[in-house]
């Protein structure tokens, strides 16, 4: 099934891993959960040797482990989760896995947007059929949030301050009586959430204040905030666990060498202590720099040897790709790549030579092509 | 076969298991039975402990309950011990501290020295300090290095004290009983990860703090040597810290030899109370029977140990040594916790809160090590059950306090935090949830997008969990100078050794009595600027200047460890303030100026002549000693404020003063001619030394100084900068050189010089630098500015005039209110008046009333009357100025002609006042 999607879904993804969890599980199961608090922990952050387990479990989500507790934990409770942090620090990855892990379905998902209204929370009518039939729960359209109640599933709300306050408050009540009420229909009017069900909900801390939640909103959800990823080493992991993902989804057989990973965080390390040294907005690229966006230089880079250079990943192509993604306005962005080009590539190619020696050749002809 | 032999093999096993051969992993496990073994089969008794853990803490109080030891060796450095006893009257926590200033061998840069040591009430060691120090015949023996060797064992390229943020200890160097972590960092993340805990104090927590609380002493003993052992084992060999920690168990092991050898004690009767590390140790020293015992201890250098007590926190000891914030408070709270269940009765020193008397026990049979080990390795460790109510009430607290802090938080919260909290230990495999559980649910139930308060949950749960505690270092443990300062703030009627902010209101005109007080609390205040232990609101202390009122900021009881860090100076305030005022004089980069201040704050602080005197002789050598004249504004600014001084409150100048001006008129005419060519020197030092040389010159003049010096280093000045031309006229102007019509000219030629004008402002900032030396040319500098504003263009005046204004404010403001004060003087003051006003420059000689001719000679009246009837004053000073020519002879005694009309007319009008006069001069004239 997988090798017909683009991407997808974790549940589709890991399912062989999951049902694997799901047969040694013995540990006690909260409501209608698939896995007990433990396996759920255990397949988002993967399994160590000293969990005594037959088979390697892989880690998905990287970040700290008291995060990823809190979060299971108030998913067990009557709360909803809102996962809160700066884009591209992985909250809907984390809230993708734990509703794959708990009930085996992430795409019950409600994308907030200003044109989100209040039927996408709750339900709107097949209007053809109402015109045929009449109103009845046959003509109803239920959204993802009531088929997860219906279901005792978890539903997701993507980036919930992104819609309007009169939107956000229809969850109010979903989330404190737990039912849905059908005025429309004169019998069989009300729809309750079975056991398990709950919500996970994203919101980017960049937009605060856009359509800040009202506090009554607020207290039906606890907060878990997801900071951005600073250590060099986990952000290693990440690039390599995402690429290493992206290379399959293209079939695509490259190696990745240790080496250009290395160079690429560092250069990427370097160019943010520059932008957070900078005086002004011209100083500083207009990227911010984030894993994600290193996870495309590197993707970029992949795609370019593999279908137009000798299926090698280079020095060269690295940095033309980084070049190319990282250089948005002209002059500026360029300028400021010229000059760590000048400034820091090349002393350090001089020092360390290897990689950095044809890192700095590709990155002087990418700027010199834009130029 | 050995006490673990069983256990030995079963190690063995295991490595051979997870290695695949019994090579390195098998050695370090059998190694560490074996340092098991070695320590308990030690004829000293070794009671391995771990800085801030309560089951050291209990296991200690039992066993000295059980045991009564005679002597106690305890691993803390060994010239503390007479601060011990001083611990009775503090509320702990408090810091033993050894201090020193005054170094010698070690690099200066290193100075001043400081070494603390915190003593917490849930600490073994407190424990050990308690019992020995209450039960009669039971002797204390401190027996690791000295605060001395701590340095000397310093690795000298470093620099000499670790930059870390310690709050309460300053930026000391901590000293600790029984630190007890992995040595590397790569241990430690490894220990956190499996554990699956976020800190160290987490895992101490998780792993043996809570197992060892309820168990036995030889599991107790087993378990830590076992941990230390592993510390021991795994970590870098080369590392210099390991080696500095064998020289303390040699250090210790002699000292220990030493003692027992000196008063002949039974060993079985000793308890050797050591860090779980150091009874783990492998040095040849170890033990009584020991192999080598020839550990030389080096001597201690000369340097100068002070000692005294200073107050502690547990956040300041959590940030000296690096463990996670909040883990002594929970450590305290769960020490607190156990001892009030009952099971073991703790010691108290006399005299402290909560102190009890000592149980009396049997002394407790010699120990027979049995092998516990295995079965705490083997078995899962016992958990407390729930503690249901004491987790309700956290819950139902955290709330209430999230709400005084502004969160919208409600019984809801405490249900879910309820819920959450078993939740959260259940998935971490915790029958109990631990207090960082309760503290993670409360963050995950309460904390929303924003912290609505100055505190945000974290923090509320560490203050509900016990939270910050700060000691307080008890009245009769005070240097004598803290304790002096204290009785002597009395009168002000509050108690100033309680931690809170004394707002202290003194209206000195009603109650002359607390002038000491406030003269003491200025002295504090020089004395310790930085801090806020005293803050003056109102009131200010400068010479020429008295309070009426005053208002001040007091939190000493804050601010103990300021006052206790001065007690170390000397034995007043006072004397503290003198030596540093002397220190600040003789150092070998102190100036003229420096010394000046010194003077300042001698007679403002201390009082008396002796003092400023003596400072104020060093200012004339530092002045004469100068080579460069960076400093003269300032020297002229303090030498004028103490001469004001001193002329309003003594009958003479003291004589150092009268040196400082010859001396200074004597040096400035020297450097002149340099400092108006030299270009680091700048307009307005030389305008300064040109103030000190014309303000100063009748002083100077009187005390036998010639004024030709002057007009010779004048003469030989060729400045070259038009700040430095303009300031060389006045300084003809002012020796009467250069006329001011000259004056006049030359500015006015510089003006039609269109090569010049674009640097005439120039000109002008070194005429109103020029103010200084010669305030009469005050209306000529307004006349200058009057003519730059009219005649410069617009080109060169526009971006000027910024830079003239950041001049004026910057270099000379207190020049511009004389500038201004006489520029309100020339120009009108009312619309109306513009239009008649003539600029008096413009006018034609003559015909303005500022424009006279030269007074004639009075040839009538009662002076001339009085000075020709007695000639020989007039004559004699006539003949010192070198004034020839005779006496005129006395006219009708009509008023003279060309005096003012209005003069006579006033004078015609009320004739009585002058009549008065003449009377009194007549009169004093016959008598």
Redesign the interface.
């Known amino acids: 099934m997988t090798d017909e999607m683009l991407r997808a879904p974790a549940e589709v993804k890991y399912a062989e891993e999951l049902d694997w969890l799901e047969s040694i599980d013995d540990g006690p199961k909260p409501f209608s959960w698939r896995l007990s608090?433990?396996m759920v922990?255990l397949f988002v952050l993967g399994s160590?040797r000293?969990d005594g387990l037959d088979r390697e479990i892989a880690q998905k989500w990287f970040g700290?482990?008291?995060f990823v507790?809190?979060a299971?934990?108030?998913l067990?409770?009557?709360?909803g989760l809102l996962l809160?942090g700066d884009p591209g620090t992985g909250k809907s990855w984390l809230a993708e896995l734990l509703a794959a892990a708990i009930s085996r379905n992430s795409t019950l998902v409600v994308q907030g947007t200003a044109g989100t209204t209040e039927d996408h929370i709750k339900y709107s009518w097949n209007v053809s059929m109402v015109i045929a039939k009449g109103q009845s729960r046959e003509s109803m359209i239920p959204s993802p949030i009531m088929t997860a109640m219906e279901q005792g599933v978890i539903g997701r709300f993507e980036e919930l301050t992104r819609s309007t306050s009169d939107v956000q408050d229809a969850l109010i009540s979903i989330l404190s009586e737990k039912y849905v009420s059908i005025p429309e229909l004169d019998d069989d009017n009300i729809v309750f959430a079975q056991p398990g069900f709950s919500i996970i909900a994203t919101?980017n801390?960049r937009d605060?204040g856009v359509n800040d939640?009202s506090?009554a909103l607020?207290?039906r959800f606890?907060?878990?905030?997801i900071p951005v990823v600073t250590n060099k080493k986990s952000e290693a992991e990440i690039v390599r666990f995402r690429t290493t993902e992206l290379l399959r989804r293209h079939n695509i057989d490259l190696e990745l060498p240790p080496t250009l990973l290395d160079i690429l965080l560092q250069s990427f390390a370097d160019l943010r202590a520059a932008a957070a040294s900078a005086q002004s907005d011209d100083g500083k690229l207009e990227s911010a720099l984030s894993t994600a966006e290193q996870i495309g230089v590197l993707e970029d880079a992949i795609l370019h040897s593999n279908f137009f250079g000798d299926r090698t990943l280079r020095a060269e192509t690295l940095a033309g790709s980084l070049v190319g993604s990282l250089a948005r306005r002209t002059p500026e962005d360029l300028a400021i790549l010229n000059k760590y080009w000048h400034g820091v590539v090349e002393p350090r190619s001089k020092k360390d030579g290897g990689e950095w020696q044809g890192f700095l050749e590709g990155g002087r002809q990418a700027i010199a092509t834009l130029s | 076969m050995s006490l673990f032999g069983a256990l030995r093999e079963q190690l063995n096993d295991a490595a051979e298991t997870f290695a695949g051969s019994p090579g390195a992993l098998s050695e370090i496990l059998t190694g560490m039975v074996d340092d098991v073994d070695r320590a308990l089969g030690e004829r000293l008794e070794i009671f391995p402990v771990c800085h801030h853990s309560p089951a050291s803490a209990l296991a200690m109080a039992r066993r000295l309950r059980e045991k009564q030891p005679q002597v106690i060796y305890l691993e803390l450095c060994e010239d503390l011990r007479p601060l011990l006893d001083e611990l009775r009257t503090c509320k702990l926590p408090v810091a033993l501290q050894a201090f020193a200033t005054d170094l010698d061998g070690f690099p200066e840069s290193w100075g001043p020295l400081s070494v603390v040591a915190p003593i917490t009430e849930a600490s073994a060691e407190y424990q050990a300090i308690a019992y020995a120090l209450d039960t009669p015949g039971v002797e204390l023996v401190l027996v690791d290095r000295s605060s001395d060797h701590v340095f000397q064992w310093h690795p000298r390229e470093e620099p000499g004290r670790p930059a870390e943020e310690a709050g309460l200890h300053g930026d000391a160097v901590g000293v600790e009983i029984g630190d007890l972590r992995p040595r590397f960092a790569e241990l430690e993340e490894h220990l956190l990860?499996?554990g699956?805990v976020?800190h160290w104090s987490e895992w101490w927590d998780q792993y043996v703090e809570q197992p060892l609380s309820g168990a036995d002493y030889d599991t107790y003993r087993q378990v830590m040597v076992l941990i230390g052992s592993l510390f021991r084992r795994l970590r870098p060999h080369d590392s210099a810290k390991l080696d500095r920690d064998e020289d303390r168990e040699r250090y210790m092991w002699t000292r220990m030899r030493e003692h027992l050898a000196a008063t002949g004690a039974d060993p079985e009767r000793c308890l050797y109370v050591c860090g779980a590390f150091h009874a783990a140790s492998r040095v040849e020293e170890f033990g009584l029977d020991a192999t080598r015992t020839d550990f030389d201890i080096s001597p201690r250098t000369a340097t100068n140990w002070l000692y005294g007590l200073i107050p502690s926190s547990h956040s300041a000891i959590e940030a000296q040594f690096g463990l996670a914030p909040g883990s002594v408070s929970i450590a305290a709270a769960t020490y607190a916790k156990a001892t009030t269940r009952g099971g073991v009765k703790p010691y108290a020193l006399k005299g402290q809160p909560s102190s009890k008397r000592p149980a009396k026990a049997k002394p407790a049979a010699p120990l027979v090590p049995a092998d516990q080990l295995t079965g705490f390795l083997s078995r899962p460790p016992e958990r407390d059950p729930l503690d249901e109510a004491e987790l309700l009430g956290w819950c139902v607290d955290i709330v209430r306090l999230a709400r005084r802090n502004g969160y919208?938080s409600?019984t809801?919260?405490a249900i879910?935090v309820y819920?959450?909290s078993i939740?959260?230990a259940?998935?971490?495999?915790r029958a109990r949830p631990t207090p960082y559980d309760f503290q993670?649910?409360a963050?995950?139930?309460i904390?929303?997008?924003t912290v609505p308060g100055r505190r945000d949950v974290r923090r509320l749960c560490e203050i509900l969990l016990g939270g910050d505690r700060i000691g307080e270092v008890g009245y009769q443990s005070l240097p004598p100078l803290a304790q002096d300062v204290f009785e002597r703030l009395e009168p002000l009627g509050f108690d100033m050794k309680k931690r809170a902010v004394h707002r202290v209101l003194l209206d000195l005109n009603a109650t002359p009595e607390l002038r000491p007080c406030s003269q003491l609390l200025w002295v504090l205040r020089r004395l310790m600027p930085d801090d806020h232990a005293v803050r003056p609101i109102m009131g200010s202390k400068q010479l020429g200047e008295r309070s009426i009122q005053e208002s001040w900021d007091v939190a000493l009881g804050h601010h103990q460890r300021a006052l206790i860090e001065l007690g170390y100076e000397g034995v007043t305030v006072e004397q503290v303030l003198e030596q540093r005022l002397r220190r600040s004089v003789w150092e070998p980069k102190a100036t003229a100026a420096d010394a000046l201040q010194a003077v300042e704050e001698a007679i403002l602080f201390l009082g008396g002549r002796r003092v400023a005197d003596e400072l104020g002789a060093r200012a004339v050598d530092l002045l004469a000693a100068e080579r460069s004249v960076d400093d003269a504004p300032d020297v002229l600014r303090r030498i004028r404020r103490l001469l004001a001084h001193y002329r309003a409150s003594e009958p003479a100048l003291p004589e150092w003063c009268e040196r400082f001006v010859t001396t200074g008129y004597a040096q400035y005419c020297t450097l002149l001619p340099t400092a108006f060519v030299a270009e680091d020197v700048g307009v307005r030092q030389v305008a300064a030394m040109l103030g000190f040389l014309s303000s100063m010159e009748s002083l100077a003049l009187s005390l036998g100084c010639d004024r030709a010096q002057l007009e010779l280093a004048v003469r030989q000045s060729h400045p070259e900068t038009p700040g430095k031309i303009a300031l060389l006229w006045a300084a003809q102007f002012q020796l009467g050189v250069l006329a001011i019509a000259d004056l006049r000219e030359r500015c006015a030629e510089l003006l039609d010089n269109p090569l010049v004008v674009p640097s005439f402002p120039q000109y002008l900032s070194g005429f109103v630098q020029a103010l200084e030396a010669a305030p009469a040319l005050t209306p000529f500098v307004v006349e200058v500015i009057s003519g730059a504003f009219a005649k410069l263009p617009d080109r060169v005046l526009l971006p000027w005039l910024p830079t003239l204004i950041e001049t004026l404010r910057k270099e000379a403001p207190e020049l511009v209110p004389i500038l201004i004060r006489e520029a309100g003087r020339t120009f009108p003051a009312t619309l109306a008046a513009v239009d008649a006003w003539v600029a008096p420059w413009e006018r034609a000689p003559g015909d303005g009333p500022g424009v006279r001719a030269a007074p004639a000679a009075v040839t009538g009246g009662p002076a001339a009357e009085l000075l020709a009837a007695h000639p020989a004053p007039s004559d004699a000073v006539a003949a010192l100025l070198g004034c020839e020519g005779g006496w005129a002879p006395l006219g009708s005694g009509d008023a003279a002609p060309g005096a003012a009309p209005e003069v006579a007319a006033l004078l015609a009008r009320h004739p009585s006042a002058a009549d008065a006069l003449a009377g009194v001069l007549c009169a004093a004239g016959k008598g």
């Open positions: 608090p433990r922990r160590e000293s700290d482990r008291s507790e809190r299971i934990v108030t067990a409770s009557d709360r809160i919101a801390s605060r939640l506090s607020k207290r606890n907060f878990v905030r | 990860h499996h699956k976020r919208l409600s809801a919260d879910a819920e959450t939740l959260l259940g998935i971490r495999g993670d649910a963050v995950t139930c904390e929303k997008d």
